[in-house]
C-alpha cells in the first residue's frame, strides 16, 4: 500500500504540478500582454508629452502674438483718435472760414452795389475812349480847377447790362450765383 500511496500522491502531485503549469502559462501569457500593453502605454504617455509641449509652445506663441496684435491695435487706435481730432479741429476751422468768406462776399456785394448806387447817381457817364474791341476808362479824373476830387479815382462806371432794372446786386439768384463761384475758385 506504501507503494499504492505514494503512487496516488505521486499521480496528485503530477496533476497539481500540471494544474500549476497551466496556471503559470497562463499567468506568463497575461504577464506578456500587460507588458505589451505597458510598452504601448509609454509609447502613449511620450506621445501625449509630445503633443502637450506642442500645444503648450503653440499657446505661448498665440499669446505673444495676441499680446503684440494688441499693442499694435491700440496704437493704431491711439493715432486714429489724434487724427480724428486733427480732422475736427480743421473742420471747424474751416466752417470758420467759410463763415467769414461769406461775412466778406456780403460785405462786398453791398459795397458793390452801394458803389453802383453812387455812380448812377453822379454827374453824367465819363466819356470813354475807344479803342476797337477795348474800351479804356480812365484811373483818375482829369483836374477841373480848384475840384477836391481832382486827384481821385474815378467811380465805377456801370455797363449797361448791370444797369437793368430786372436784377439788383443783392438779388438773392444773383448773390447765390456769385456764392457758387466764389465757392469755385477755392
Excluded at 466819356?127 to 476797337?132: F, H, L, Q
Amino acid at each position: 500500500m506504501s507503494a499504492a500511496l505514494s503512487m496516488i500522491s505521486d499521480a496528485i502531485l503530477i496533476v497539481l504540478l500540471a494544474v500549476t503549469l497551466g496556471a503559470i502559462y497562463r499567468f506568463n501569457r497575461k504577464l506578456a500582454e500587460l507588458r505589451q500593453g505597458r510598452e504601448a502605454f509609454e509609447r502613449l504617455i511620450t506621445e501625449f508629452r509630445q503633443a502637450t509641449g506642442q500645444a503648450d509652445a503653440s499657446l505661448q506663441q498665440l499669446r505673444q502674438l495676441a499680446e503684440t496684435r494688441g499693442r499694435d491695435l491700440q496704437q493704431q487706435t491711439e493715432a486714429a483718435t489724434h487724427v480724428l481730432g486733427d480732422v475736427d479741429q480743421a473742420s471747424a476751422d474751416l466752417r470758420l472760414l467759410v463763415e467769414r468768406a461769406d461775412r466778406a462776399s456780403d460785405r462786398l456785394e453791398e459795397s458793390v452795389a452801394e458803389s453802383r448806387r453812387l455812380s448812377q447817381a453822379a454827374a453824367p457817364v465819363q466819356a470813354r475812349e475807344s479803342t476797337g474791341l477795348f474800351a479804356r476808362t480812365p484811373l483818375v479824373t482829369p483836374a477841373q480847377g480848384d475840384d477836391p476830387a481832382a486827384g481821385e479815382p474815378a467811380p465805377i462806371a456801370a455797363s449797361p447790362a448791370e444797369t437793368s432794372p430786372k436784377t439788383s446786386p443783392l438779388d438773392p439768384s444773383k448773390r447765390s450765383s456769385v456764392l457758387s463761384t466764389l465757392a469755385g475758385i477755392r
